[in-house]
């Protein structure tokens, strides 16, 4: 089946109402800025009457961790949450594990070659960091500057390529729902992307866009280290046939107290940590609510009572707010245990 029978097939499902999701990826416990964002997607999807999706991300096979995905299932359970569609109940359009669906990526980027919008890359790293032009201001190095876009050159052929997105010669602009007008040129600002890597695993930016397609996705509450990568995404929503791609809401960051992000990466406190010095889940979503200024300094609250102390003007306007002046540094990580 290719790429545009899929999405016949899942147009039968009929989407008139906010359809958000969360979609973790099983490297390791959540810690409190991950659950952080998944209550704020849960409360977006919920004031609305929504349904809420939850995906389990797991394509980077090198990161993942055995256990993650039930202990995801398991704390975000125990903050209270619930999802329509999951892993773990099935639903219309499953799976909801990423690596059951790399058929579907697959067909996609057979699409996308058949528009002739995918090329070889043979670079490494290196190659790239030597020959571009100017570093990318965020995570992932240098623009690429295009080298094997025309012409691959017969010395990299000894390598397996890794394969690339030609990204069209515009400026895409949207307005987030939390951070507001944005815009990105991503010949100048990114380059050529990978949608599948030299390992054979599928890129992230491509199996995103897939899922929220074929799911169904109206709205994408996330973090606001991936606002940078939203215009990559609207590309390929364009190039795959979308004419609606989802509503964006990048939520604030948590930080430590050196004003870093909580990561996994850098072994950031658990739940489980904090569970284990003593702290309930109401204790949690109360000191949620009053980093956004819903409730006051040492609420108690359930994500269900929480509902019907916000509606979605309140929702929206805290979130902005903090976008717009962040929570400080030592009042952004939960109590000391």
Not at 12 to 30: D, E, I, K, M
Not at 157 to 180: N, S
Not at 318 to 325: D, F, N, V, Y
Request: proline share 6%.
């Amino acid at each position: 089946m290719n790429f545009d029978q899929h999405l016949h097939t899942t147009q039968g499902f009929a989407v008139n109402h906010v359809r958000g999701r969360y979609a973790p990826s099983p490297t390791g416990r959540l810690h409190l800025g991950n659950l952080r964002t998944a209550l704020v997607a849960w409360l977006q999807t919920r004031l609305q009457g929504g349904e809420f999706i939850l995906r389990i991300e797991d394509l980077d096979k090198p990161r993942i961790r055995s256990g993650s995905t039930e202990a995801i299932l398991a704390d975000l359970t125990w903050l209270g949450l619930d999802w329509d569609e999951g892993p773990d109940i099935g639903g219309p359009r499953a799976p909801y594990t990423q690596s059951h669906r790399q058929s579907l990526y697959q067909a996609a980027l057979d699409k996308l070659t058949q528009q002739h919008l995918i090329f070889p890359c043979y670079c490494s790293r290196k190659d790239i960091a030597l020959a571009a032009s100017a570093p990318h201001a965020g995570e992932e190095g240098a623009i690429y500057p295009g080298i094997c876009r025309n012409e691959p050159s017969e010395n990299f052929h000894h390598r397996t390529p890794a394969l690339r997105y030609c990204v069209p010669d515009e400026t895409f602009t949207f307005v987030d729902a939390i951070a507001g007008m944005q815009q990105q040129h991503l010949a100048h600002e990114v380059g050529d992307f990978v949608v599948r890597r030299a390992d054979g695993l599928y890129a992230y930016q491509l199996a995103v866009v897939v899922d929220d397609i074929l799911m169904g996705i109206t709205d994408v509450v996330r973090g606001a280290d991936l606002l940078s990568s939203t215009a990559r995404q609207l590309a390929l929503f364009q190039a795959l046939g979308t004419a609606r791609p989802p509503r964006y809401w990048h939520v604030p960051l948590v930080c430590d107290e050196l004003g870093q992000r909580l990561s996994k990466r850098e072994n950031a406190a658990s739940l489980e940590f904090w569970r284990n010095a003593g702290m309930n889940a109401a204790q949690l979503v109360g000191r949620f609510a009053s980093d956004f200024g819903w409730l006051t300094a040492g609420a108690e609250i359930s994500a269900r009572e929480l509902l019907t102390e916000i509606n979605l003007d309140s929702f929206i306007a805290a979130l902005q707010a903090q976008h717009q002046h962040p929570v400080p540094n030592e009042h952004n990580i939960g109590p000391t245990p």
